[in-house]
């Protein structure tokens, strides 16, 4: 299930939001300030964020801002007490994907943030992960593009299920050799290069359009950019 990052220095309202999410099945991480929202989000596995405007150390428009350049693939909605047109048209213009006035009703923040997930994740359904014309199916390990199937070795299928599962998320060298080969393993960011040139090779056989793009300094994010 995704995981939610709760950004707001009220602790009431962390709370309600944490039991709220946790209840419908949401992995639920806090944070009361803009640098414990930061330390999360490097952290990585973070799906969307529940961004308030008024926190103690940082402003929460430019916080937004930063964060839409860095995690371009993660959904924000603002949850404030600002229900001023001027602050809604400031946090949309920002890059929030939606905007909710406080107080709320729970059941609308949740089902705003399904839908949410639903516009910038890839599709899962009974085993399978589908994103732009690409198509995984977890349980026979099968990969299939516009209708052909693709041959992966078992560490580039893992490597590319870890892409699909986090679609037009920057994914950073570290967190793709932590999760792909763990912690203790003995490979480079060298290795990480190898393997995505050769995963892209097999992704763009037949001149299909890439998928897999670099994004220099930072890592690499799966976005189709037709």
């Known amino acids: 299930m995704a995981t939610v990052l709760i950004v707001d220095d009220d602790r009431q309202i962390r709370t309600m939001l944490m039991r709220a999410l946790t209840f419908e099945g949401f ?42 350049r860095l995690y371009p693939g993660i959904p924000v909605l603002m949850v404030t007490a600002r229900d001023d ?36 994740h890839a599709v899962q359904q009974e085993g399978r992960l589908v994103y732009a014309d690409l198509s995984m199916d977890l349980k026979a390990r099968r990969v299939m593009r516009g209708g052909k199937e693709i041959e992966l070795s078992g560490r580039s299928f893992d490597l590319l299920q870890f892409f699909l599962e986090h679609p037009r998320q920057v994914l950073s060298k ?4 932590n999760h792909i080969w763990g912690t203790d393993a003995e490979v480079d ?9 050769h995963l892209r ?3 763009e056989t037949g001149g299909d359009r890439r998928l897999i793009h670099t994004v220099r300094g930072v890592g690499y994010v799966l976005e189709d950019r037709s």
């Open 189 to 197: 960011a060298n290795s990480v290069e190898v393997y995505i040139a």
């Open 174 to 177: 570290e967190q793709i050799l």
């Open 27 to 68: 992995q639920v991480r806090e944070a009361e300030d803009g640098q414990s929202a930061d330390r999360w989000l490097e952290a990585g596995g973070i799906d969307v964020i529940l961004l308030d405007i008024g926190l103690p150390d940082r402003d929460g428009f430019k916080l937004l801002e930063a964060w839409r």
């Open 85 to 120: 047109v001027e602050a809604r048209v400031k946090g949309l213009d920002a890059g929030a994907d939606d905007y909710i006035v406080k107080p709320f009703y729970l059941a609308e923040l949740v089902a705003r943030v399904r839908a949410a997930l639903r516009r910038t």
């Open 201 to 203: 090779q097999k992704l």
